[in-house]
């Protein structure tokens, strides 16, 4: 008898995991633009956001009209933001960039470890893998998914090692248990979906500004600076899912720095390459255009936040907006009018050399007063050239100090502003020559030709011009700055040389103007006769009352016709011991020169007057002689402004003109040929010698 022996083997019950790894994926964008909107003046406004992807908006933008805007949404446009890349202030009242679009899909290449979570133990009690033993390592399919190998039941859990560029590898331990169905299923599945996230990108930077310390801006300190917009672009093109093309300088996302200076971008961002870029800054500072590049690879998986510190998170400095100005200094075409001048470097001058100017900031938002800050002192170079650079944003005053030697000084100050980088003015400024006009004049200022003058050095006395003089002031250019002497060697006939006039040339704005002035040269001839009562007769009989007479016969030559004058007589006897005695005399006998039609130089204008007086001899010794005297007089101003009788000639005080004697007892008087040469002549000078003009000022007469 055949038995047979039939063996069953049971075979322990297994598990397999199946795992679904799903991740967000960037597969496109859209645009944004935030702005600021309102109905009408004085309503509250709101926030709007338009998709500026669409191409009429983004015509309206890039045409800066709006109509199409304002009929879109039946509002206002208060504000925009700044198109980027300008400088200038800005009102944080609008944001740009573009948001992504994220989308969940299988994740492919996630690579995963499991462990024992317990010790499995088989239902003999055997011990297959301890606690924290590995079991095996598993890598997602392009459909995200993995399926482990067949393991006993028990516990375990999966750790995530591994995940593809720009995911985050979550630390989380995903637990997992394969527990026995029944007698019927030998193996059994579990099925866990697990969820990764994109790693996040924070772009940190500080921002800082030059500080003012003085018109050149140079400063070892800086300034957080608040309110500067940089934005976040691509710096290559990028190809998504969906079909769109990201292309390179595509601002991505704009922001503003805060009071501390600071600017962080909290972002997701394909792999691929970026670039920080100042967008716009605040006022009076330069845009900053350099690109701060970096690169996002997204291969640290274990860091849930890279961090990009851009430019190592040293302080990006903005400098002051700087600008410049030129001068070029001309002088004024004008003649050159003398050419016997010693020095004549510049007798055809175009170009001015050595002029200095003060330049001046006046804003006292630099001062932090209301005063004005000195710059610094420029002066043109051979070629009457400035130019000076790196001045920071400001108004300026440019003030001339020192002018060409032989120029007039700038009156009027040079103002500009810088407001702009590299801003330059450009200044052509002409001087004035140094201008001397000289006429000579006569006593009544008219014009006087015929004077010889000469134009010296003050020092040296050196002649530098010469000249006659006609009707009409002599103009002299170009005289350099210092003192002359202006001197008359030859009067005009008729009249008297004048004084010296010493005068200065300055760089003071204006011509020089120099009256010369010329007094006539004037003289009174006077001839007299004393007598007792007719022409001839020159004795008395002593103890007699006996009348005097003088007759005296007064020319004046050079005298202006109606000048008031005045003439006074004195009668003196002369004792037989030789002492004299006054004892007679007029008041002042005024009269006006006879007017004469036409005035000639040197032409005589006679006057006749006579005195007389009644005297007793008996009253005196005899032998006692009597003799005539007088004085003229002129008609001035004296320092309060009263005219008053100033005495110019006097005459026979000492007795000795025989003509003007009347003797004692009939004798004989010397024999002469003729009347008229025993006249005596005298030559007076008259007022205003040497060029003085002397303004009179007309009050009551008063007799001396």
């Avoid at 193996?187 to 030059?210: P, T, Y």
């Avoid at 690879?297 to 998170?313: A, K, M, P, T």
């Avoid at 005068?503 to 204006?510: C, P």
Wanted: proline fraction near 3%.
């Amino acid at each position: 008898m055949v038995v047979n022996t039939i063996t069953f083997t049971n075979e322990f019950a297994r598990g397999r995991v199946r795992i679904e790894k799903i991740g967000p994926h960037i597969v496109g964008f859209e645009s944004y633009h935030h702005i600021e909107l309102g109905h009408e003046e004085g309503v509250h406004s709101v926030m709007k956001e338009i998709d500026f992807s669409h191409p009429n908006i983004q015509t309206a933008v890039l045409d800066h009209t709006w109509n199409w805007v304002r009929e879109l949404l039946g509002l206002r446009v208060n504000a925009i933001s700044n198109p980027p890349h300008l400088t200038g202030g800005l009102e944080q009242t609008s944001r740009q960039g573009i948001r992504w679009q994220l989308e969940d899909s299988p994740l492919a290449g996630v690579r995963f470890e499991i462990y024992a979570r317990e010790d499995i133990v088989l239902p003999n009690d055997v011990i297959v893998h301890t606690a924290g033993s590995f079991i095996g390592s598993y890598l997602t399919d392009a459909n995200g998914q993995i399926e482990s190998s067949n393991l006993f039941l028990g516990r375990y859990f999966i750790r995530e090692i591994e995940a593809p560029n720009g995911f985050f590898i979550d630390d989380i331990e995903f637990d997992f248990e394969l527990a026995f169905e029944n007698e019927y299923t030998a193996i059994v599945f579990n099925e866990i979906q697990i969820h990764n996230q994109l790693q996040e990108v924070k772009i940190c930077l500080v921002k800082v500004g030059e500080v003012f310390e003085d018109a050149t801006g140079w400063s070892e300190e800086v300034m957080l600076l608040e309110g500067v917009q940089f934005g976040l672009f691509a710096a290559e093109d990028f190809v998504f899912s969906n079909g769109q093309v990201l292309e390179a300088d595509t601002l991505i996302e704009d922001g503003y720095t805060d009071e501390f200076g600071e600017l962080v971008f909290n972002t997701y961002l394909p792999n691929g390459l970026f670039y920080i870029q100042e967008m716009a800054v605040r006022e009076f500072y330069v845009l900053d255009d350099t690109r701060y590049y970096f690169e996002f690879v997204g291969d640290h998986q274990n860091e849930r936040l890279i961090i990009f510190e851009i430019n190592n998170l040293e302080p990006i400095r903005n400098e002051f907006v700087r600008g410049s100005f030129e001068i070029t200094k001309l002088s004024r075409a004008l003649p050159f009018e003398y050419t016997d001048q010693k020095d004549t470097e510049i007798e055809n001058p175009v170009l001015l050399p050595d002029v200095e100017f003060e330049l001046w900031l006046l804003d006292p938002l630099h001062a932090h007063s209301d005063e004005k800050s000195y710059v610094g002192t420029f002066i043109t170079d051979e070629n009457g050239h400035i130019l000076v650079d790196n001045l920071i944003f400001g108004n300026y005053m440019l003030v001339e100090v020192v002018t060409h030697y032989r120029h007039q000084l700038l009156s009027e100050s040079i103002f500009f502003t810088i407001s702009y980088h590299h801003e330059h003015h450009q200044f052509v400024v002409e001087n004035d020559q140094t201008q001397v006009q000289i006429l000579k004049v006569d006593d009544l200022g008219e014009p006087l030709a015929g004077a010889h003058f000469q134009l010296l050095m003050y020092e040296t006395e050196e002649v530098i011009h010469e000249w006659i003089s006609a009707e009409y002031a002599e103009i002299i250019f170009a005289l350099a700055h210092g003192d002359y002497i202006l001197r008359e060697v030859e009067a005009p006939i008729g009249f008297l040389l004048g004084e010296d006039i010493h005068f200065s040339v300055t760089d003071a704005e204006g011509t020089i103007y120099i009256i010369a002035e010329n007094v006539l040269d004037s003289h009174v001839y006077i001839a007299t006769q004393a007598h007792t009562g007719n022409g001839n007769n020159q004795y008395f009989t002593s103890g007699e009352v006996v009348n005097m007479f003088d007759d005296i016969e007064i020319t004046h030559v050079n005298i202006r016709p109606g000048s008031r004058r005045a003439f006074r007589a004195y009668l003196f006897a002369r004792l037989p011991n030789g002492a004299v005695r006054q004892v007679w005399y007029t008041n002042h006998i005024e009269y006006s020169v006879e007017y004469i039609l036409d005035f000639n130089i040197n032409e005589p204008n006679i006057k006749n007057v006579q005195v007389n007086t009644t005297i007793d001899t008996s009253q005196f010794p005899n032998d006692t002689e009597f003799f005539w005297a007088g004085t003229a007089y002129r008609q001035v101003v004296n320092e309060d402004g009263y005219y008053i009788w100033e005495e110019d000639y006097s005459h026979n005080f000492d007795g000795s003109d025989m003509r003007q004697t009347i003797f004692p007892n009939e004798r004989s008087l010397p024999q002469t040929s003729t009347r008229s040469s025993s006249l005596l002549w005298f030559k007076i000078s008259m007022l205003g010698i040497g060029g003085s003009l002397v303004v009179y000022k007309k009050k009551n007469m008063k007799n001396t």
